[in-house]
């Protein structure tokens, strides 16, 4: 919503929209982690365009959030830990 409805780059997700719509998905289910695409934070810090953090998002939606990286590897890990 951030930049309208038409971005599907996930570089131009934003943790205020990621938010809702985790807290949203998490009325119907039980999660217990949520795996986001590493794309979506700045390349040298933990934060989104929109200025919110990785920390402020886990509080945000009270779960864990890993950024995978789009390697193989970094979806397993993201799930073993």
Do not use: Q, S
């Amino acid at each position: 919503d951030f930049f309208g409805d038409t971005v599907t780059v996930a570089g131009l997700l934003t943790g205020v929209d990621m938010r809702e719509a985790i807290i949203n998905a998490k009325k119907d289910k039980n999660y217990t982690r949520v795996v986001i695409p590493h794309a979506t934070l700045k390349a040298d810090e933990d934060i989104f365009l929109c200025g919110m953090t990785l920390c402020e998002l886990e509080r945000a939606v009270g779960l864990p959030v890993y950024a995978a990286k789009n390697e193989p590897d970094a979806l397993v890990e993201a799930f073993i830990k």
